[in-house]
């Protein structure tokens, strides 16, 4: 019978076929899909643990497929040439015809056949209309075989370039690096709400926020500052528990933050004291500078 999955070339009309072959082709998306592209990868467990770069790219070059209500996505038994991401519908899961579950948008499936060269483990069947991103195996391997000390060696000099990082020692760098995720967000969108628990520190790796803070006697957030490429914003939720302190938000669509975990970073970087120390004796330097601003509204 017809396979449910066409060697890459057949699947995606005309777009792929002038793509075939080596060549990576990026497909323009808004950063609301990058983004459940990039969280539908973030909660595979096979998916997660690749490193960011790839990520990125794999993100970049997924291409759209519709499904229609009962098409077959993937047949169990049968070689595997693509990976999927579901966003929007809805599809059930089988094993030798028995029901294993459903899923919902914000899935990667398909992983095991592309990660680890086997056949498909089960049958993938569209139960309603069905919105997907692909991405063939040919692109998967070609993403995947650009060198991860290449990229990491790419993040490492970019956070050299941010302040705040510019003076840590080199094992504690790379730790972070490691524990890198990368954000996507449109224009107009809140990265940090005032006032919110937060655990997380950015670094704008592209685009522009701004941010604002509510002033005693004002009803809206006054604007304070806009902050850019090498900026960094959420640094105090690595070194306490406080909520945060102003708003942040995209100025730009597609800004994409580089995002650590206090959690993760806590777990990944054992000697995280350390670097609290370090961050520490940062904020304090900066909070004495805006003491000293305060204190003197007329000095350049
Ligand atoms: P793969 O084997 O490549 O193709 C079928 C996919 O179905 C598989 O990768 C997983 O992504 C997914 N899958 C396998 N088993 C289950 C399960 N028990 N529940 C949900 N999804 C599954």
């Known amino acids: ?20 072959s080596t060549e990576r082709a990026c497909v323009r998306k808004d950063s609301s899909t990058k983004k ?17 770069q790839h990520l990125k790219e ?7 497929r519709i499904y229609t209500d009962g098409q077959l996505v993937i047949q169990e038994g049968e070689p595997g040439n693509y990976l999927y991401v579901l966003a929007d519908g809805l599809l059930k899961v089988t094993q030798n015809g028995k029901l294993l579950g459903e899923m919902r948008p914000r899935t990667a499936f398909g992983e095991l056949a592309i990660l680890y060269n086997c056949k498909r483990t089960a049958t993938v069947k569209a139960v309603s209309q069905a919105h997907i991103w692909a991405l063939d195996r040919q692109t998967f391997q070609s ?36 524990c890198l995720e990368i954000d996507y967000f449109d224009k107009g969108e809140y990265i940090i709400r005032e006032g919110e628990e937060g655990n997380t520190f950015f670094i704008i790796a592209k685009g522009e ?14 604007e304070i500052k806009t902050l850019g490429v090498g900026d960094y914003f ?22 994409q933050c580089l995002v650590v975990d206090r959690d993760n970073f806590n777990q990944m ?23 000293r601003r305060n204190a003197l509204p007329h000095s350049p």
Do not use: W
């Open 1 to 20: 019978g017809v396979s449910a999955e066409p060697t890459s070339g057949h699947f995606c009309g005309g777009f792929r076929a002038q793509h075939v």
């Open 36 to 52: 459940l592209i990039n969280d539908a990868i973030m909660n595979n467990d096979f998916l997660k643990k690749l490193d960011p």
């Open 58 to 64: 794999m993100v970049d070059c997924m291409y759209e």
């Open 143 to 178: 993403i995947m075989m650009k060198s991860t000390q290449a990229t990491q060696e790419e993040y490492f000099s970019f956070l050299r370039s941010v302040s705040l990082l510019r003076d840590l020692p080199e094992e504690k760098l790379s730790k972070i690096v490691d």
């Open 209 to 222: 926020v701004c941010v604002t803070q509510t002033t005693e006697g004002c009803t809206e957030p006054r």
């Open 234 to 255: 959420g640094e105090k939720a690595l070194i306490s528990e406080d909520v945060r302190s102003a708003n942040i938000i995209s100025t730009e669509n597609d800004t």
């Open 269 to 291: 970087v054992g000697t995280y004291e350390e670097l609290q120390a370090y961050l520490k004796e940062y904020v304090e330097e900066l909070s004495r500078c805006d003491v």
